[in-house]
């Protein structure tokens, strides 16, 4: 993933949590990410709730704002779910926005309808025909670790 982005991350965030309330306390995910030693030098929290609505099935650059300038960061966004992509787009244009130089963005669990679109019915065929391996990297085209 560095030589998408030019080289070393300078910065790792996560896509903040859209729920109404606040959860008291830090958020689950936030915590499992601050525990990873290569990402302890290079977190923060840069995003966080905007005045927009955070959409569903619609990116939009109000949903979230940036709390500062990241200008010329190469930027590895964290989230703990993808289900349409909408809130990860958004995430990642508030941080273009910010100034960062590249974005790229990791997820860790991936929310599929087979029933709602073709696409997605594709998806999940590929997805359950494969056997899950720790060791497959999802942009090495099947190669192993």
Known sequence: ???????MFTLATTVPSTRQEA???VHPFVDVVGKIRRLVT??????????????????????????ERIDGARVLLLDDTFTTGARLQSAASVL???????????????????????????????????????????LCAGRTS
């Open 23 to 25: 959860q008291p306390g």
């Open 1 to 7: 993933m560095t030589s998408l982005v030019g080289g």
């Open 96 to 138: 273009t926005a910010a100034g960062a130089a590249s974005v790229i963005a990791v997820v860790i669990g991936r929310v599929i309808d087979s029933t709602w679109n073709e696409n997605c019915s594709r998806i999940w065929e590929q997805a359950t025909a494969t056997e899950f391996d720790f060791g497959r990297c999802s």
């Open 42 to 67: 290079c977190y923060r929290p840069v995003l966080e709730r905007g005045p927009g609505a955070a959409a569903h099935n619609l990116a939009s650059d109000g949903a979230f704002r940036a709390n």
